[in-house]
């Protein structure tokens, strides 16, 4: 099966500077990378997502970039704010779309005033 | 729309009980999947359904159950809880292919 590494575990950035995760997949075959963000005591939701066949996407502050043939992708959140503080998953999904995700284990974001 | 709902949003077991947990969606989604959520671990697959009447066995299958009778439920059964069961519990569901919308979560304890 799959397998999705994440780091790092926590990071601490200052506020307006940012902050970049990484994660690493195990299964080429993996073709959808969607990025939850978790604030304590909810559910998880998406900020973005990208697909096998586009290597970069950006929606305002949020940016993830894929490299298929070193099979990693990232997060990059710019001018960080207080609000970004919470926890981040990466998750893979293998190509047929019934499987379900594959989560990393999560990054804890700590924006410092 | 509701979205994806979840009942209930606690509960505390005994070792050795049964129990149900509920998920409904109302998005008309044929893909609905749950996870277990455990400190520093992430999210982890238990079952999946791609529609009625198909459902499969995730990562952590061992001592859940699962059915999908209606596009809009998709019931997981503790058959004997344990304390490993301990755990946040998360319904999810979305059209295949697409971002999975989760639910609220159902926070259970097994003494």
């Known amino acids: 099966g799959e397998n999705v590494e994440q780091h790092p575990s926590t990071l601490s950035v200052q506020e307006g500077d940012s902050a970049v995760i990484k994660c690493t997949y195990s299964?080429?075959?993996?073709?959808?990378f969607p990025w939850y963000k978790q604030e304590l005591g909810k559910r998880p939701q998406l900020i973005i997502d990208?697909?096998?066949?586009?290597g970069e996407k950006k929606d305002q502050r949020i940016a993830v970039t894929l490299n298929k043939t070193a099979k990693h992708f990232s997060l990059h959140i710019t001018e960080t704010q207080p609000e970004d503080s919470a926890v981040y998953f990466c998750a893979a999904r293998l190509g047929g779309g019934a499987d379900g995700l594959t989560f990393g284990k999560g990054t804890h974001l700590i924006i410092q005033p | 729309n509701a979205g994806v709902t979840q009942t209930p949003k606690f509960q505390v077991l005994k070792t050795g009980q049964s129990m149900t947990l509920q998920c409904a969606q109302d998005?008309?989604?044929?893909?609905m999947s749950w996870y277990r959520q455990d400190p520093g671990m992430g999210l982890r697959l238990i079952h999946y359904?791609?529609?009625?009447?198909?459902?499969d066995q995730g990562e952590v299958p061992n001592g859940y159950n699962v059915s999908r009778s209606t596009t809009e439920d998709f019931p997981l059964r503790l058959l004997s809880a344990a304390p490993s069961q301990t755990s946040v519990y998360f319904c999810?569901?979305?059209?295949?292919?697409?971002?999975?919308?989760f639910g609220p979560g159902t926070r259970l304890t097994v003494l």
């Open positions: 299964d080429s075959a993996s073709n959808y």
């Open positions: 999810a569901s979305s059209y295949v292919y697409n971002e999975q919308f």
């Open positions: 990208i697909r096998s066949n586009v």
């Open positions: 998005m008309n989604h044929e893909y």
């Open positions: 359904s791609v529609g009625a009447g198909i459902t």
